[in-house]
């Protein structure tokens, strides 16, 4: 079983930086592939980043590229997203998510947990 918590979202004006966390509970965190989501209103939720368990590969949507930075400390069990660059169309409701599953890691439908999520509003 793992359990995710993020933390770290708020209210920022656009151009600013804000840094996501998210804590895992589990003893095979490293084996996992760890991915953020989010969801705005109205909207499905969408793949941001994700990061394999050796922290070799990391992945990212072409709308945050350049700005976003995903990482992860297997010794704190815990995964970050550094926020850079901040738009007014990056407010969402940001989620970690965490699978050991095969399948495409942009995809919601292969992630096995999820967090409950923190909001991230950027103002214009």
């Known amino acids: 079983q793992v359990q995710l918590v993020e933390s770290g979202g708020g209210l920022v004006q656009a151009g600013g930086s804000l840094r996501l966390s998210c804590a895992v509970s589990g003893r095979t965190f490293s084996s996992y592939t760890m991915g953020w989501f989010r969801q705005a209103p109205g909207k499905e939720r969408e793949f941001v980043a994700a990061i394999t368990w050796s922290g070799g590969s990391t992945y990212y949507a072409d709308s945050v590229k350049d700005r976003f930075t995903i990482s992860r400390d297997n010794a704190k069990i815990a995964l970050y997203l550094q926020m850079n660059s901040l738009k007014p169309e990056d407010t969402a409701v940001y989620y970690c998510?965490?699978?050991?599953?095969?399948?495409?890691?942009?995809?919601?439908?292969?992630?096995?947990?999820w967090g409950q999520g923190t909001q991230v509003t950027v103002s214009s």
């Open positions: 998510a965490a699978k050991n599953l095969a399948g495409d890691l942009t995809r919601t439908a292969v992630y096995n947990y």
